[in-house]
Antibody, heavy 118, light 109 residues
Framework: EVQLVESGGGLVQPGGSLRLSCVAS????????MDWVRQAPGKGLEWVAH????????YYADSVKGRFTISRDNGKNSLYLQMNSLRDEDTAVYYC???????????WGQGTQVTVSS | FMLTQPHSVSGSPGKTVTISCTRS????????VQWYQQRPGRAPTTVIY?????LSGVPDRFSGSIDRSSNSASLTISGLKTEDEADYYC?????????FGRGTQLTVL
């Protein structure tokens, strides 16, 4: 079974940092591009960042550029999101997603909650 | 660009509903549209990819299409079931930028 399991969420003060992790299983992780997508409380989905299978290509949404860093360790079947200078508006459930083909996000992890509040 | 969806739609069991997704700029046909279902408290799952293809395991009651004249995509659900009650999101892209619609809440009355 293809599975993505996120961890690392929690409560952090504005300006703080957090590192999210995602462990993949059930498929050849090193062969797939990966993304992070978030969902603020009661809101829709927002794409955050993308990384190619070899880490050679990385893209960010404008809202997180310069503050967030996506990375991966193919040897550990793991995806990461380092989040610095966190703001109230970064409060959301963060989903780890596989780029199943060039265009489609599938499957999605169960998500990890990040709350930025003083 | 933006993808505009209706805030909500509703239908009775056994009926058919259609959810639209209008692209604000750029040709809808040139960049594939995907549709995701999100039940309350759950992660999204894919129902349609590449405009009109169903992912394995998705019932054929779900279908996708595009309309070049209105620059929009549509998700049609026929034979509505109570289990179809969920939020539905369209998604497309422009280069490296991935964009989601704001979601449509489907209520099965």
């Amino acid at each position: 079974e293809v599975q993505l399991v996120e961890s690392g969420g929690g409560l952090v003060q504005p300006g703080g940092s957090l590192r999210l992790s995602c462990v993949a299983s059930g498929f050849s992780f090193s062969g797939y591009r990966m993304d992070w997508v978030r969902q603020a409380p009661g809101k829709g989905l927002e794409w955050v960042a993308h990384i190619s299978s070899s880490s050679s290509i990385i893209y960010y949404a404008d809202s997180v550029k310069g503050r967030f860093t996506i990375s991966r360790d193919n040897g550990k079947n793991s995806l990461y999101l380092q989040m610095n200078s966190l703001r109230d508006e970064d409060t959301a459930v963060y989903y780890c997603v596989r780029r199943w083909n060039d265009f489609c996000f599938d499957p999605w992890g169960q998500g990890t909650q990040v709350t930025v509040s003083s | 660009f933006m993808l505009t969806q209706p805030h909500s739609v509703s239908g009775s069991p056994g009926k058919t509903v259609t959810i639209s997704c209008t692209r604000s700029s750029g040709n809808i046909a040139n960049n594939y549209v995907q549709w995701y279902q999100q039940r309350p408290g759950r992660a999204p799952t894919t129902v349609i990819y590449e405009h009109d293809r169903r992912l394995s395991g998705v019932p054929d009651r779900f279908s996708g299409s595009i309309d070049r004249s209105s620059n929009s995509a549509s998700l049609t659900i026929s034979g509505l079931k109570t289990e179809d009650e969920a939020d539905y999101y369209c998604q497309s892209y422009d280069g490296s930028n991935q964009v989601f619609g704001r979601g449509t809440q489907l209520t099965v009355l």
